[in-house]
């Protein structure tokens, strides 16, 4: 197992926004990571991050206890995160940018340089390399998340609603991304509200309500689930399936 | 074809280095050895609030740790203050680390406001502290022309050399910093902390390093600046003035930029020389408003500073030709 | 004294809670208003408690003027937009203290005769100078006046869901651009209160904004920047902790204890007793 959540919960205050939380993902997994909003999704994404830390429960990478590790030290070693509202940095080049993620692999200006431009290539930015990024529309931007990510080396990608809002074109085109990524051999957990397109896509689900985990199983099972379609999916997925 | 980089520097250097052959006048070789003084200590400032986005302004106490070190060590134990120079440099990066430490959790303008009461503790302390000389500050005699002892009469000359020195030196680590992961690094805890985080930069560790560096070579000028004037006192190097000031040719020439600090300060010292000198009791205030004017001007037109200009005038005298993208300036 | 503090913090807090922005120049609108109190004093023969309301109007309006002119630019800033600020309201203070000096020359300046001069009170057996303590009624006034501004009334509540969430205002039609100019002249205004009364019994020169400004930005960060009631809280243990302090060291080194308190703020609770970080 590359990633193993075990028991977590995490409150805030009063508020309970985990409640013993337990999954995995394997090497070279999709799961993705769904529930209606207020579920607890961003918390829990938060903490496999290493940006919060768990109240009670462990989490586990590559067999290392690493609860409560800080968000660099997990970025060190394999998880990359994206960021919902995009935080680029705003006043580099794409090049620059994604070289800030390379950099967590070598201490070498050069090596991090052709890192980057390999990863800017095979995600597709190569057009727009030496454009700062304010000039770059949200979805470049959103890809440029990614590419940062991915200079990391990790083994795992933690991908927070990056096909949300986007055309189906671009859907498509982020589909695509993320099959890219699959292919050579980097686990992705995505949170996501986008079903038509998740679906298809992932390996497993893990279906979070209220801050307890509620279903996880393959997509054609979780669809079928009663006690999900009644709290998230709806009725328009169980005529589908 | 265009210059940059190391070629302009080198070249730049060619220039500095042989002005003193058309200035002869010590009024105006003064000037020139302030120039160079400023362009170094504001691009000391300029590591940690320009490229890492840590806006100090405590940077004076620094600079007098420095001055206080070295003219400690050569009035009471004789040691030379090319050595006390180096160590002052060291203590005020000790002192920068230990400020950093507590203060650099703080954000935005929480740290600026932090760096300045740290700053006037240390100002107090000094103005207090009788082994120092307290209020009365410590008079460096004249010993005799030497090199050893830093100390010269007959010419400005030595010195605006040595404070070239500090200053190229500076500028060549800048540069190679720059470009270097340490570079990087940093302007993407300016750009975005939390980003920077999760791709794996440890801010503070970060952070501490630009503190460190600049701490150093802003103590280093502290040691020249004793030597240069033979006489210090917390009134001319620890106050908060002077913590401006240092900050003041960055934000002018080019905040995170290589040249910035340089193009600020060989506008803005010269100007209130000049203007100090010419206008007098009757002008007093005048530098101030000048200073503040374009300061003002700066942060509201162009924050990108002189040097953002300059490179706005290039864009589009190349008629639509890029900037390397890697320039690091 | 701490009252007076607590004033002029309000004033700071204020506009920093409603868009982010830390007025560096905030000591020298202060300074303004005690240049202003001094030389309408002189030119009027006013007695100053009786220009505590003209005072105030022209520092509300140059607070506004400050807001439209200056920062608003600053605002529009591609990057680092709080670095723009910091600069443009230092620039701004740097040219208000030159602009000081020119005029009335580093000299210091006091109100000697008016109303409430040289006289004092004998509280509980200790004599207060009546001055100060005037001082202290007035902003104390001031301060609830302000709270009374921002709680009651609907301008108040514009100014507070403004500060909450800045990009919502505008779909329920609360005109930002207004509530940020209302916000400095109120600042201003605010500040300009302390500073009439401070000339009452203080010196007045070009660097005196300066050191009240620091005590202020310790005040504010210590109340928590964006609460008033912070800032109130602030200004009194600062005030309390700069006696005391004045008491038990040699004057020159009075300021020590505040920074103290500061550095012990900044390393326990960087967010201050009330505020939002």
Redesign the interface.
């Known amino acids: 197992m590359l990633l193993e959540v075990d028991d977590v919960s995490r409150h805030f205050g009063g508020v309970l926004a985990n409640q013993n939380i337990s999954l995995t993902v394997a090497e070279g997994e999709i799961l993705g990571l769904i529930g209606p909003n207020g579920a607890g999704k961003s918390t829990l994404f938060n903490i496999i991050a290493g940006a919060l830390k768990p109240s009670e429960g462990r989490i586990r990478f590559r067999g290392e206890d690493i609860t409560g590790r800080g968000p660099s030290d997990c970025c060190e070693r394999g998880i990359a995160r994206t960021f919902q509202v995009v935080k680029s940095f705003e006043a580099m080049t794409v090049i620059e940018n994604v070289m800030i993620g390379a950099f967590c692999r070598t201490n070498s200006e050069r090596l991090a340089r052709g890192v980057a431009r390999e990863v800017i290539e095979w995600t597709g930015l190569d057009s727009r390399r030496d454009a700062l990024a304010a000039e770059l529309t949200p979805p470049e931007k959103r890809r440029l998340e990614v590419a940062r990510a991915l200079a990391t080396r990790p083994k795992l990608l933690l991908l927070d609603e990056v096909l949300a809002g986007l055309t189906p074109i671009e859907a498509q085109a982020g589909v695509r991304l993320v099959r890219d990524i699959h292919a050579r051999g980097i686990a992705v957990l995505m949170v996501e509200h986008v079903m038509e397109v998740l679906m298809p896509l992932v390996d497993r689900v893990v279906v979070l309500n209220l801050g307890k985990l509620l279903a996880e199983g393959r997509p054609a099972d979780i669809v079928r689930n009663e006690e999900v379609i009644a709290a998230y999916l709806g009725e328009k997925f169980r005529a589908r399936a | 074809m265009r210059l940059q980089g190391l070629p302009l520097g080198a070249a730049v250097l060619a220039l500095v280095l042989a002005a003193p052959l058309g200035v002869r006048d010590p009024f105006f070789q003064n000037i020139l050895i302030l120039t160079a003084l400023y362009t170094a200590l504001s691009q000391a400032w300029n590591l940690l609030g320009g490229y890492c986005g840590q806006v100090s302004l405590g940077q004076a106490l620094f600079f007098g740790i420095g001055a206080y070190t070295s003219t400690i060590l050569f009035t009471r134990y004789g040691v030379s203050p090319l050595l006390g120079m180096m160590l002052g440099g060291l203590l005020a990066a000790l002192v920068g680390l230990a400020v950093g430490w507590p203060c650099f959790r703080l954000r935005g303008h929480y740290f600026v406001i932090a760096t300045i009461v740290v700053a006037e503790t240390g100002y107090l302390l000094f103005l207090n502290w009788d082994w120092a000389g307290a209020a009365t500050g410590i008079l460096i005699p004249f010993k005799g022309e030497s090199i050893v002892d830093f100390q010269f009469q007959t010419s400005k000359l030595p010195f605006y050399y040595g404070i070239v020195t500090i200053a190229a030196v500076l500028w060549l680590f800048s540069y190679w910093i720059a470009r270097s992961k340490w570079g990087f690094y940093w302007r993407a805890v300016r750009g975005n902390p939390d980003a920077a985080e999760s791709l794996g930069v440890r801010i503070f560790r970060y952070k501490m390093a630009a503190a460190a560096a600049s701490a150093f070579f802003t103590g280093i000028c502290g040691s020249f600046y004793a030597q240069y004037v033979s006489y210090i006192d917390p009134d001319s190097v620890l106050t908060f003035n002077q913590s401006v000031l240092i900050s003041l040719p960055s934000v002018l020439g080019g905040i995170g930029t290589l040249w910035g600090p340089a193009v600020g300060a060989v506008v803005l010292i010269p100007m209130s020389e000049l203007v100090r000198a010419y206008l007098g009791g009757t002008g007093q205030g005048t530098d101030l408003i000048i200073y503040g004017a374009l300061i003002m001007a700066v942060a509201t037109l162009k924050p990108e500073g002189l040097c953002g200009l300059i490179a706005d005038l290039r864009k589009r005298g190349g008629r639509g030709a890029r900037p390397a993208a890697d320039e690091g300036a | 004294m701490g009252l007076i503090y607590a004033l002029i913090a309000a004033g700071l807090s204020l506009i920093?809670g409603l868009m982010d922005i830390?007025n560096f120049a905030h000591g020298e609108f202060l300074m303004t208003a005690m240049y202003l109190t001094f030389g309408l004093h002189v030119l009027l023969t006013l007695d100053p408690l009786a220009l505590l309301p003209v005072v105030a109007a022209l520092m509300f309006l140059l607070g506004v003027l400050v807001y439209r002119t200056?920062i608003r630019?600053?605002m529009q800033?591609?990057?680092?937009v709080?670095?723009?600020?910091?600069?443009?309201t230092?620039?701004?203070?740097?040219?208000?203290?030159?602009?000081?000096?020119?005029i009335f020359?580093?000299e210091y300046r006091s109100i000697r005769h008016h109303w409430l001069s040289e006289r004092s009170v004998n509280l509980l057996g200790v004599y207060l100078s009546l001055p100060q303590l005037a001082a202290a009624g007035v902003c104390l006034l001031g301060f609830l006046g302000l709270y009374l501004l921002i709680a009651r009334t609907d301008f108040g509540r514009a100014l507070e869901a403004t500060r909450e969430d800045k990009e919502a205002v505008a779909l329920v039609g609360i005109n930002r651009d207004l509530i940020f100019a209302l916000g400095w002249g109120i600042g201003g205004a605010v500040v300009g209160i302390a500073g009439v009364m401070l000339a009452t019994f203080y010196y007045i020169y070009?660097g005196v904004g300066?050191n009240f400004a620091?005590v202020a930005?310790?005040t504010v960060?210590l109340g928590g920047?964006g609460s008033l009631g912070g800032a109130l809280l602030g200004g009194v243990i600062i005030g309390l902790v700069e006696a005391v302090t004045a008491m038990l060291v040699?004057p020159?080194?009075k300021?020590?204890g505040i920074?103290a308190v500061?550095?012990l703020v900044?390393?326990l609770r960087?967010r201050g007793l009330f505020g939002y970080?």
């Open positions: 920093f830390v200056a630019r600053a800033a591609k990057t680092s709080w670095m723009a600020q910091i600069f443009v230092f620039g701004l203070a740097i040219m208000m203290r030159g602009l000081a000096q020119l020359t580093p070009p300066a620091l930005f310790i960060a920047f040699e020159s080194l300021s020590i920074y500061y550095m900044v390393l960087p970080l």
